[in-house]
Every structure is written in structure tokens, then in C-alpha cells.
């Protein structure tokens, strides 16, 4: 019961993220434009480090993804992979350099704008308690309609037919899943 109350105290010690500033009318532009453009990002000369004093995690790390590419980056344990992704939500600061998105420097974007328009596919898989068509659909509401959940289905046969098939005899959509734990991390994912 003690490892709960430090992890309070641990979020009670984290710094509140910084903001550049609030929504102002100097970024409805942004809002109003359909920002990002392209969806071309730049990394130039980042460096990052994860606490004052350690040592770069990121150093002089330069990219270019041009707007619809598709890229991977790999590389060993604590290669600073993860930390590329920290740095382009703003999770982390950098110490020097600057990040682009369609040659917006997203140190001036608010982090509710930056956060909103961009997105990421997580490494981890992830089943949330309860049906198939909840962790499909993620339909607020509760409730699915016939066409969303004909396009979930057909978007299951399309990416695991072998899952649909043995879905299909266990409820369909209605199957409750009970958070994963019958299935394989391959079968999550």
C-alpha cells in the first residue's frame, strides 16, 4: 500500500507542462486551415535529455519525413527511439534545435492544438474490458449502429480473417473479450 502512496506523491512532484500559450486568435489559422498541410515533419539539430544534468539522449538528431510517408525507426534499447516520439508530442523538452510540422515550429503551437492534430499508433497492444465492437468501434454513445458495425467486421475479415472466423462462433461483435486474456499478443496487435 505504500508503493500507492508514492506514486501519488510522484505525480504530485511532476512539473505541469509547459504552455507557450493559451488558444489565441494568432492560431486559429492553424485550427481553421486543417493544419497539418502536408504532414511533412523536421527535426533539426534536436538535442534532449530527460532530466537537467543527465547526459543527451537525443544529440544534433536531424530528420526529414516528407507528408505521406511512412516511416520506422529502429534501433537497440535506449537508442532514443521512444524519445523521438516523447519530443514531437512535447512529453519532453529539448534542450536545443527544433521540431517541424509543415514548417510550423511546434514550440509556438498550444499543446491542446499540437495534441489534437497529431496522432500515434501505440507499440504496446492494448484490449479494453469489454466487447469486440467496443475495442473496434470506440463508439461513445454505447451503442453501434448496423453500418459501423458492418465496416468493423469487414475491416476484421480484411486485416484477420482467422480472428473473424473465430469470433464469428463466439458472438460476433457482442463477444466480450474480457480485456484480452484469451488472446495472443500477435492476436491483439
Excluded at 103 to 129: H, K
Aim: glycine content about 12%; overall charge negative.
Amino acid at each position: 500500500m505504500i508503493t500507492s502512496t508514492q506514486r501519488v506523491q510522484e505525480i504530485i512532484d511532476v512539473e505541469p507542462e509547459m504552455q507557450v500559450s493559451v488558444l489565441a486568435p494568432k492560431h486559429d489559422h492553424l485550427m481553421n486551415s486543417g493544419w497539418p498541410w502536408r504532414g511533412e515533419v523536421e527535426f533539426e539539430g534536436v538535442d534532449m535529455r530527460y532530466t537537467e544534468g543527465a547526459p543527451l539522449v537525443l544529440k544534433d538528431f536531424n530528420l526529414k519525413v516528407g507528408g505521406g510517408e511512412s516511416v520506422g525507426i529502429v534501433g537497440r534499447t535506449g537508442s532514443g527511439k521512444s524519445s523521438v516520439l516523447l519530443t514531437l508530442f512535447r512529453l519532453m523538452h529539448i534542450h536545443s534545435g527544433t521540431i517541424k510540422i509543415d514548417g510550423v515550429d511546434i514550440s509556438s503551437v498550444p499543446l491542446e492544438i499540437l495534441r489534437e492534430m497529431i496522432a500515434t499508433s501505440p507499440q504496446d497492444s492494448i484490449i479494453y474490458e469489454g466487447t469486440l465492437r467496443d475495442n473496434l468501434c470506440f463508439d461513445l454513445s454505447g451503442g453501434g449502429d448496423a453500418e459501423s458495425d458492418q465496416q468493423a467486421w469487414k475491416a476484421l475479415e480484411i486485416v484477420a480473417p482467422e480472428l473473424a472466423g473465430r469470433f464469428s462462433q463466439q458472438g460476433g461483435l457482442e463477444c466480450d473479450l474480457g480485456g484480452g486474456a484469451s488472446l495472443s499478443e500477435g492476436e491483439k496487435r
